[in-house]
């Protein structure tokens, strides 16, 4: 038994495969692989990545390769693929310029999106053009990282799983998860209108009108599939501030080139 869907919400859905199905049909060997090495498909979680490594090659021209995970066919609980995420989940991260902490034969590997984001921020990112120097600012833009992590992406994956896919409908697991969706948009809302600081943002964290940063990231490809989730327009319209954060990031040459059809 299989449920087939929209691929942008592959991460969100209940798969039923074949264990016998469960390999990696393709892998590049290390050789052919760039010193940054992405496994990933263009979801949410995947577009994070794919976005960040995009916005670096922009700023620093570095070089990097991926290849698609297929996760309708779960090649993502390979054996090969555990061997790089035991959690079973992309996207991953091959850094093959370090070797792995108990295991010099292995690259190092990252797994779960925004540790991905801290690393690049961390090895790519020298000059913080995507994050911040000062400790408030920088605090700031984790906190909004870490509540997309925690709130939007958890939040918005359960109102898209129960509105499309669950094999029954329970609408009190409907209401529940996008009553709690449409109120997280809203604190999402209150933060870019400058509400209580009276000072409007263009963008989530940094003083002023804040910056493009990993917080954005980790947020914007979630409340971009608004749609797909259940949210209408009109509900969407209650949060101008977000409306106009999404088409300001959406307009982003490195998004476009992380959204685009080489990662499908």
């Given at each position: 038994m299989k449920y087939w869907f929209d691929r942008r919400l592959l991460p969100l859905c209940l798969i039923t495969v074949n264990k016998s199905h469960t390999k990696l049909t393709t892998m590049l060997s290390q050789s052919e692989q760039k010193d940054l090495h992405l496994l990933t498909m263009s979801t949410p979680n995947g577009k994070k990545v794919q976005i960040a490594l995009e916005e670096l090659k922009l700023i620093y021209d570095i070089s990097f390769s991926h290849e698609i995970i297929d996760i309708r066919t779960n090649e993502q609980k390979s054996e090969e693929f555990l061997k790089l995420n035991p959690n079973g989940r992309i996207p991953a991260l091959i850094d093959n310029k370090c070797k792995a902490l108990n295991d010099s034969s292995a690259p190092f590997t990252v797994m779960e999106s925004a540790a991905i984001?801290?690393?690049?921020?961390?090895?790519?990112?020298?000059?913080?053009v995507f994050g911040f120097e000062d400790d408030l600012e920088r605090s700031e833009a984790l906190q909004w990282l870490f509540f997309g992590m925690a709130g939007v992406g958890p939040m918005q994956g359960q109102l898209n799983h129960f509105t499309r896919y669950a094999p029954e409908k329970l609408p009190y697991a409907v209401k529940r998860y996008h009553d709690e969706t449409l109120r997280l948009y809203g604190v999402l809302e209150i933060q870019l209108s400058g509400k209580y600081t009276g000072i409007k943002?263009?963008?989530?964290?940094g003083k002023?009108?804040?910056?493009?940063?990993?917080?954005?990231?980790?947020?914007?490809?979630?409340?971009d599939i608004y749609t797909i989730s259940g949210i209408t327009e009109d509900e969407l319209n209650q949060f101008p501030c977000v409306?106009?954060?999404?088409k300001t990031i959406k307009e982003r040459p490195g998004v476009k080139e992380g959204c685009s059809s080489k990662y499908e």
């Open positions: 984001l801290l690393y690049l921020a961390k090895k790519v990112d020298k000059n913080h943002k263009k963008y989530l964290a002023g009108e804040g910056k493009y940063s990993w917080a954005d990231m980790a947020i914007w490809p979630w409340v409306k106009e954060w999404l």
